[in-house]
């Protein structure tokens, strides 16, 4: 850990000296709020909290690229409490042949996906039973999303071999619509993410999937523990297309998304270049990534080499795990980072759907050198009124347990290592996959749950001092989609301007809380809000409380 001290000392000291004038995207001070010097703090709260989770990967020894892909969770407000629940996806043993290494004695119950019921004091209850989301599937990944416009969110559940749509009914239970929806999908479905690419107010989706995955197939070197990627063919994705009826067609071909494969891991959708139409974008592992732009008419053209988002810094087809958007320097636009099993990437939008890479520039890529990174995103922990990191980190082939890292928000995309002082659960080594991430217990500070492979899950609070002021928005469609998904939130504030899209998917295998929470820093009211909805329809709210959640709805 002495590598830590030394590079925190030095960003510190280089970020102190660098530090210009105060300016839209820099807040007053930095990381000083209206309290004194904000400090990012974690604490583990599972069993504080009754989440006991622990993932299987379903063999009695880690043996294969299916075992080792992990498993992700999503905060959705499932019964429209003001409160997000959390589901958590799932492995399970599967025959013996689909495992190198499979269990003598299979375990009763079988390790399955968990619903837990949030009941605003900071405690959780299992209700999975209850709410009939226990497939007997090999789950990966969970999006969740109001698809029908009916006011309760549905969730997708995507697997080994299918992808679940499970509609919400409304009374706390869930029902199987897959066939019914047309939802019918072959292959290992993983991440995927809900947009209304065609902006008639229904929500369709983009379902990944990782390579052709052949159980059967054994060689490779002893070192390797499994064969890899590379391996395995590559994959196309899938795109349905919602025909606001509750069912789905299949549009892969004729939006020309199939005609690119690759080796799918984390998929996220937004409007790179404030046309108002969604883009998305797909980290693959070991393969180019692809961006594809939304030419509005139902086709997307691939334009990753050209934009500058396909390759690592090198050149190279990096193992890219979790994408994430994310106003990071404070212009009003959407920038783009990609954790990996290397550098990562820190990509500024640089207008023009063109892009490059700052990591290596600002310390972030060089200190998560040495570590695999996974489950990540971008929020204001301190509520300082600049963007924070949270890293976590696991090995790749192996169970090798590593620290995560914090990086605290300077402005100005400039980012200091706090991992150290951050609490004893990010310092603890573990063997991380997918992360979600939400203000579960509504004190505006957002909190996380970390997926470990084949161990115990953590729910990870947010316990950081001398926080600042903030504001958490809950949006509402009437014309667009009833999630707001898609929608762009602006919010001035003294010096603080931020811009976030509610996008639906992000990160590794995992999905986000819907509401959108912004620091603050000293503002205790917020001069504007600027909402740009879907439907082309643009909102100002003025001169509005911070420190609660807002809700704004759609003008009829």
């Known amino acids: 850990m002495l590598w830590r001290t030394v590079l925190v000392c030095f960003l510190f000291s280089v970020m102190s000296a660098a530090q210009s004038p105060p300016t839209a995207g820099n807040v007053a001070g930095g990381p000083e709020t209206a309290t004194g010097k904000a400090f990012i703090r974690f604490e583990d709260a599972s069993e504080k909290a009754g989440i006991n989770f622990t993932h299987s990967f379903g063999s009695a020894k880690l043996g294969s690229l299916l075992e080792g892909t992990g498993a992700g969770c999503v905060w959705f407000d499932y019964d429209n409490d003001g409160l997000p629940d959390l589901y958590i996806a799932n492995g399970r043993p599967l025959e013996d042949s689909m495992h190198p290494y499979p269990l003598k004695q299979k375990p009763i119950p079988a390790p399955h996906n968990h619903l837990y019921h949030n009941d605003g004091t900071g405690h959780f209850t299992d209700v999975t039973d209850k709410a009939g989301l226990n497939p007997d599937v090999y789950s990966i990944a969970v999006a969740a999303a109001d698809y029908d416009n009916d006011g309760s969110v549905d969730l997708l559940v995507t697997a080994y071999g299918k992808a679940i749509l499970y509609h919400n009914d409304g009374n706390g239970h869930f029902t199987d619509v897959s066939a019914k929806a047309g939802i019918e ?173 700052i990591g290596a520039s600002n310390g972030v890529s060089q200190a998560n050198a040495q570590y695999v990174s996974w489950g990540t995103s971008l929020y204001d922990f301190d509520n300082d009124g600049a963007l924070d990191l949270l890293i976590f980190h696991g090995g790749l082939i192996h169970l090798i347990p590593q620290e995560h890292t914090v990086f605290k928000g300077l402005g100005n995309a400039k980012f200091a290592d706090v991992s150290e002082a951050a609490g004893s659960v990010i310092n603890e080594r573990t063997v991380a996959r997918g992360a979600c991430f939400a203000d579960y217990d509504n004190d505006g500070k957002v909190d996380a749950f970390l997926v470990n492979l084949g161990a115990k899950g953590k729910l990870v609070r947010n316990v950081s001092t001398n926080t600042g002021h903030w504001v958490a928005i809950k949006l509402v469609g009437t014309k667009s989609n009833r999630e707001g998904i898609g929608a762009k939130v602006e919010v001035f504030a003294g010096p603080k301007h931020e811009l976030q899209e509610r996008v639906a998917g992000s990160g590794y295998l995992s999905q986000n809380e819907a509401r959108l929470h912004f620091g603050l820093g000293e503002a205790a009211t917020i001069d504007r809000i600027v909402v740009k909805w879907p439907s082309g329809r643009e909102q100002t709210l003025e001169k509005q409380q911070a420190d609660r959640v807002l809700t704004i709805e759609e003008p009829k």
């Open 185 to 357: 999908l072959e292959g290992w479905a993983i991440s995927s993410t809900w947009f209304d690419y065609d902006r008639d107010g229904c929500l369709d989706l983009f379902v990944g999937r990782y390579v052709k995955f052949d159980p059967k197939y054994r060689a490779y070197y002893a070192a390797d523990n499994y064969p890899g990627p590379l391996d395995y063919e590559g994959e196309t994705n899938k795109l349905y297309h919602n025909n606001c009826n509750g069912t789905f067609t299949d549009v892969s071909e004729k939006s020309g998304i199939s005609n690119f494969i690759g080796r799918t891991m984390g998929v996220t959708a937004a409007d790179l270049d404030g046309d108002g139409w969604d883009d998305i974008y797909v980290a693959n592992d070991r393969t180019e990534n692809f961006l594809f732009h939304n030419k509005h008419d139902g086709t997307f053209e691939e334009i990753g080499n050209d934009s500058g988002t396909a390759y690592g810094q090198n050149g190279e087809s990096t193992s890219s795990m979790g994408p994430v958007f994310a106003d990071i320097e404070g212009r009003g636009v959407l920038d783009l980072w990609v954790s990996d099993g290397h550098y990562n990437r820190m990509l500024r939008n640089t207008g023009k759907l063109a892009f490059e890479d």
